[in-house]
């Protein structure tokens, strides 16, 4: 019903808060406004994925790259939620400092830990987070236990964990965000990892946040709508609304908060497009800095050789191995992490010819990600024409910590009794954060502390562009924890103005 309502109803409601994007960032904080009591329209691009799963026989979950062909292209309610994991780590306490690595320092953060964990508490029990400490030296404080109990290892992964504890290794449990136990609908299937799930039971942002949200009464939602701009006041000190393409025509929207969750790509892109005479180079572009600092993962993929037989279809992304964070007393720089993944087709996105080996490798393995940080500087980033993104500089990759790290994971599994596949090849970038990052300085950042945009009242970044260092671990619980403070600070605005 509330669906309906918004796309019939004209635009004349004067909103508290305007959301663009309906990922982790904005559904989340749509989610914390709606209990505040304040009105909230979320503006999203692209529209729902909707279930086709004909019989019970059918997969449960539909691989990202058969639904489209670019992630970072693609609109969707839920963003890019709707295929992640659904690994939701907490930063490491060291991540919120500033850290010497092989090749530069990792920025610190304008906020601590400490500042962070009562809505990382918040956030794991909204996502349903299934998570233990149990094996993660690395694991940083927390005021309670995680919600619900770690995912338990399938049979052929469980014996894999057994050895490589046995090899003297440890082992933790991924924190998983899935609607599993007494109730819930997730099945453990093994159409997870990088899939979307047609049966809801993956813990992503359009089911934990945006759907409570809307059913507030608070919320509305407005799909296939384009934010073109954003409306600022003359002299260019506070937000007035954004103008949408709408039902076909413009019309604009006001509202005393805009917060924009658009993705990196896309909330740089409209801050570059809603410049104004006060703000020539864009909003928030003042010191130069949006779309500079990219910072992201510099990421392997390799394949422990599990058994003769064909690996089962089963949840298989449930442990990882985290000691190797913070470095170790031959590498004194920090180091990384080391991740099972969970089964994907793989083998569907190589040519032909070599098709049929890779289908036969995905049989028999199982397939791993090893993960170190990638840094930012002033240089790294998106390089625009006008407004349109003509080239990116990667962030700075630490070569010989990231071959360390290879290195360190492909012995686990061989002292564990495995072969493995591991390529020595340069690292993907996966996970990018940064280019409107948060900082207490303007000439260095595009946001403040809460994530406000410098001088620019009741203008919000709440994705991952807003983070300053990626770490090593996912980021999806950080932008979600940063969600729930920031509306918790738009709140406290909203009623004293």
């Known amino acids: 019903m509330t669906q309906n309502r918004s796309i019939i109803e004209p635009l004349t409601q004067h909103y508290d808060a305007i959301v663009i994007g309906s990922g982790a960032g904005g559904s989340t904080l749509a989610y914390q406004l709606s209990r505040r009591g304040h009105r909230v329209l979320v503006v999203e691009r692209g529209n729902f994925l909707k279930p086709r799963r004909l019989n019970a026989s059918d997969p449960i979950g539909k ?41 530069g320092v990792s920025p610190a953060w304008p906020i601590t830990y400490s500042d962070l964990e009562p809505y990382y508490e918040k956030a794991e029990i909204l996502y349903r ?36 504890e046995q090899s003297g290794t440890q082992v933790s449990p991924i924190p998983l965000g899935l609607d599993y136990g007494p109730g819930g609908s997730c099945v453990l299937c093994s159409t997870c990892d990088g899939h979307y799930c047609q049966i809801d039971a993956k813990m992503d942002a359009e089911i934990a946040a945006l759907r409570p949200a809307l059913a507030s009464g608070n919320v509305r939602l407005l799909t296939e709508t384009n934010c073109l701009r954003i409306l600022t006041t003359r002299d260019g000190s506070r937000v007035t609304g954004v103008l949408l393409r709408y039902l076909g025509r413009e019309q604009v929207a006001h509202a005393n908060v805009v917060a924009v969750c658009a993705g990196l790509v896309g909330s740089i892109s409209l801050l570059r497009r809603s410049r104004t005479p006060k703000h020539p180079q864009g909003l928030g572009n ?6 500079r600092y990219l910072a992201g993962h510099s990421t392997g993929i390799m394949f422990p050789f599990i058994s003769w037989k064909r690996v089962p279809p089963t949840q298989t992304k449930t442990f990882a191995i985290n000691g190797y964070y913070n470095g170790t007393t031959e590498w004194p720089y920090p180091i990384g992490v080391i991740q099972m993944a969970g089964q994907m087709p793989f083998w569907g996105e190589r040519p032909w010819p070599v098709r049929p080996l890779t289908y036969l490798l995905g049989r028999h393995t199982l397939m791993c990600f090893y993960m170190s940080e990638a840094l930012p500087t002033r240089n790294t980033g998106l390089i625009f024409d006008g407004d349109e993104i003509v080239n990116r500089v990667a962030p700075v990759h630490n070569l010989r910590t990231f071959l360390k790290l290879r290195d360190l994971a492909a012995d686990i599994f061989r002292r564990a009794g495995h072969r493995v596949l591991a390529r020595r090849r340069f690292p993907f970038v996966w996970h990018e954060v940064g280019t409107a990052r948060f900082g207490k300085d303007p000439s260095t950042s595009v946001l403040d502390p809460n994530c406000q945009v410098h001088g620019i009242e009741g203008l919000y970044v709440l994705d991952a562009s807003a983070l300053p260092s990626a770490g090593a671990v996912n980021s ?22």
């Open 129 to 164: 987070v299934h998570g233990s400490s149990h094996g993660d030296p690395t694991e940083p404080p927390r005021a309670r236990p995680f919600p619900y109990p770690p995912i338990e290892h399938a049979p052929i992964v469980s014996g894999l964990v057994r050895r490589i």
């Open 286 to 291: 003042a010191s130069g800095c949006l779309g």
């Open 476 to 497: 999806a619980l950080t932008i979600i924890a940063l969600a729930l403070r920031a509306g918790d600070h738009i709140s406290r605005h909203l009623r004293s103005s």
């Open 63 to 103: 691989y990202i790259y058969h639904v489209i062909r670019n992630i970072n292209d693609a609109s969707f309610v839920g963003g890019q939620t709707k295929f992640y994991g659904s690994a939701l780590y907490r930063m490491r306490e060291s991540d919120f400092h500033a850290v010497e690595h092989e090749n």
